[in-house]
């Protein structure tokens, strides 16, 4: 970059926001990419070569190397398909840990770019996976409809105690923005949302209020009257 002061700690930072977007830190990639960055971690006043930068990023310089020589797009491609055929979770943080070469290297931008990217191009739905980890609407609109087959209240008030998931994903301003708003997309009559509601504390307060009216009022010499002082 232009004009940037590099220092040791500087470099370290850059390699690791390099490393954590899936930029392909192999010498020769890094060098066509960000030659100021590699100039300068090879210079004798910082690191003195490309590894010792690397490594002091927190790094295994080996694994960075086997990006570039081990993997091509074919090869990726494949061994997605076959932890997905295994019935692993793509999606797994652990997964990503644990397969972290095969990671790196699909999320490099002289591959995929990005672990979505490469998984939609082993022919795999990345989006149905995702549901199974995140409310979407699909998702929530499905999950809204099993509960009316299997004759579950769908009251804003018995989901949110029984299914508090559902309900604040619904509310979310990306998804539905209301609990009402999302039963309607889900094709449920307006009727059938009434199940399970709770109290409707005013009705109650005022058929209270009207209680204590019908009773009959005492008579004058049976209140009690606030003493007024006598001039």
């Not at 397969?99 to 490099?108: F, M, P, Q």
Request: glycine share 8%; net charge positive; with cysteine.
């Amino acid at each position: 970059m232009p004009g940037r002061v590099w220092t040791r700690d500087k470099l370290i930072t850059t390699i690791k926001q390099l490393s954590d977007e899936g930029v392909d830190l192999s010498p020769t990639s890094i060098q066509k990419t960000h030659g100021a960055l590699f100039s300068s971690a090879r210079s004798r006043s910082h690191f003195g070569n490309w590894r010792d930068a690397v490594q002091a990023a927190g790094l295994e310089y080996d694994d960075i190397k086997r990006v570039k020589q081990r993997w091509s797009r074919e090869g990726i491609l494949e061994q997605i398909r076959e932890h997905h055929r295994n019935g692993e979770d793509l999606l797994d943080p652990d997964f990503k840990l644990r397969e972290r070469s095969l990671y790196l290297a699909a999320c490099a931008h002289r591959y995929f770019g990005s672990w979505r990217r490469a998984i939609q191009a082993a022919g795999l739905d990345h989006e149905t996976m995702r549901e199974t980890r995140v409310w979407t609407r699909t998702r929530i609109l499905r999950c809204i409809q099993d509960l009316s087959r299997e004759g579950k209240p769908l009251g804003w008030g018995y989901v949110e105690m029984h299914c508090p998931g559902i309900y604040r994903a619904a509310r979310r301003k990306e998804n539905f923005g209301s609990w009402h708003g999302a039963i309607l997309a889900a094709g449920i009559t307006p009727a059938a949302q009434t199940r399970g509601r709770r109290p409707n504390i005013v009705k109650e307060m005022e058929r209270g209020l009207a209680a204590k009216m019908d009773q009959p009022s005492l008579p004058a010499y049976g209140r009690t009257v606030p003493e007024t002082s006598v001039r």
